[in-house]
């Protein structure tokens, strides 16, 4: 059973930076994909970024630039570096896991979420 346990979320002001991490666990290392993904109040959960088992990315359109998702295999660990932070990219942001090749930042095509971490950005 695959496990993912978020934590670095907290409060920052517009421009700031926050690095979030969560721990995976219980995976098999290979034809998956990891991924970010946030929900605000009131509206729709949406990827941020994914990561494969080879280190192939996706972002949205909306983060492109400022944020940068990386992993490192050797501690099973997901990242997501947040720079230049808006007030809009206040949410919970959530770590989500799926097996298979095809890419994409569809939540219902990741099977495994963590309980998320909040991100809130003051302007």
């Known amino acids: 059973q695959v496990q993912l346990v978020e934590s670095g979320g907290g409060s920052v002001q517009a421009g700031g930076s926050l690095r979030l991490s969560c721990a995976v666990s219980?995976?098999?290392?290979?034809?998956?994909?990891m991924g970010w993904f946030r929900q605000a109040p009131g509206k729709e959960r949406e990827g941020v970024a994914t990561i494969n088992d080879l280190d192939s990315t996706r972002y949205a359109d909306s983060v492109k630039g400022r944020f940068t998702i990386s992993k490192e295999d050797a501690k099973n660990t997901l990242y997501l570096q947040m720079n230049s932070l808006k007030p809009e990219d206040t949410a919970m942001y959530y770590c989500?896991?799926?097996?298979?090749?095809?890419?994409?930042?569809?939540?219902?095509?990741?099977?495994?979420w963590g309980q998320g971490t909040q991100v809130t950005v003051s302007s």
């Open positions: 989500a896991f799926k097996y298979g090749i095809s890419y994409g930042l569809a939540p219902t095509d990741f099977g495994y």
């Open positions: 219980g995976y098999t290392p290979s034809y998956y994909w």
